[in-house]
């Protein structure tokens, strides 16, 4: 912990990231557009700083105990508009296969394991600390084609 004390006061820091993505929840009798935690415990951080002198860290953090470990940069970082945000995509399923046809994971098919179309949600695999994993990101099917 005194090492993340450390980084933070030191100011050298270009980033600090937790990366969230939005979806559709209905209560009330209405649809609300909430924002969950894509990798619930990672924090990622960025700059001159950070140990072993990489541009991007990753860190995880168990109750009181804080680790900085070197990872790539975050393949999440290329599905957010700006910031940390992973917006909610759109699309339609057609013969079984889904399209997207708006949002960050438009052209990026080929990541989705598994869509919820009740919870408006779809489990992709992405590239994380030199293996696989799979995440949950907002998409709503608004249509499904035989």
Request: glycine letters at 10%; hydrophobic letters at 35%; aromatic letters at 8%.
């Amino acid at each position: 912990m005194a090492q993340c004390t450390e980084i933070m006061a030191s100011r050298e820091l270009e980033e600090v990231l937790c990366f969230q993505y939005q979806r559709m929840m209905r209560y009330g009798r209405t649809w609300h557009l909430e924002r969950r935690m894509a990798l619930p415990g990672y924090v990622f951080v960025a700059g001159s700083a950070v140990p072993g002198k990489r541009k991007w860290q990753g860190s995880l953090k168990r109750k009181d105990t804080f680790s900085v470990t070197p990872c790539e940069t975050p393949y999440l970082k290329e599905l957010c508009d700006n910031g940390s945000l992973i917006g909610i995509s759109r699309g339609i399923i057609r013969n079984g296969d889904a399209i997207v046809t708006n949002g960050p994971l438009k052209g990026r098919e080929s990541l989705i394991r598994r869509i919820d179309r009740h919870k408006r949600t779809a489990e992709i695999e992405i590239p994380f600390a030199g293996g696989k994993r799979q995440i949950t990101v907002g998409l709503e099917i608004y249509e499904k084609e035989k």
